[in-house]
């Protein structure tokens, strides 16, 4: 299975919107005491954070956005692959998925804005047992899994170590 990948040869890639602030949401809770250093326990252990973004979209793709979001992204409960611009000028790939409905602000004659609010994973996402794949090729094969990541789908990859794992 392939992971879902946001439509950018039909759709674009987003630009960040005037005021644009990386919100990171907390990822632990504290509770305060009557005495002594608040408790705080680890609530969510892969922190998100909000985007928002925008898209300049012409009536072809405000439609197929539209209708993106209603089936491949489940009106914004399924999780895909972006590129937004978290660092300054360059793209980096995140897993993300879209937050509430964005509104759509008519802009010139033909054209409209899409103020989309992306919920990004704050941390690296890593797959279930790269960090067993990385322990058993060493420090050599940290530079390989690291190409690796670069691609949607690591199962190949995976195959070929499963072996050795289970003895």
């Known amino acids: 299975m392939t992971a879902k990948t946001w439509p950018e040869a039909i759709l674009g890639r987003g630009v960040l919107r005037d005021g644009f602030s990386y919100k990171r949401q907390p990822a632990i809770e504290t509770s305060p005491m009557d005495s002594g250093l608040a408790r705080g326990r680890l609530f969510n252990s892969n922190p998100l954070a909000r985007v928002p973004c925008q898209f300049v ?9 539209e209708a993106w979001l209603q089936t491949v992204a489940a009106r914004g409960a399924a999780w895909f692959y972006i590129y937004l611009p978290l660092e300054g000028v360059t793209y980096r790939k995140v897993l993300a998925r879209v937050v509430g409905e964005p509104p759509r602000l008519p802009r010139g004659a ?17 797959p279930d047992g790269i960090v067993d794949v ?6 050599a094969g940290a530079q390989q899994i690291v190409a ?18 289970g003895a």
């Open 57 to 65: 979209f012409d009536e072809f793709q405000c439609q197929f956005f």
């Open 134 to 139: 990385v322990l058993e090729l060493g420090a």
């Open 110 to 126: 033909l054209t409209m804005a899409a103020q989309i609010e992306f919920e990004v994973h704050d941390a690296l996402v890593l």
């Open 148 to 165: 690796a990541l670069d691609t949607p789908m690591l199962q190949p990859y995976f195959d070929a170590y499963a072996p050795d794992f």
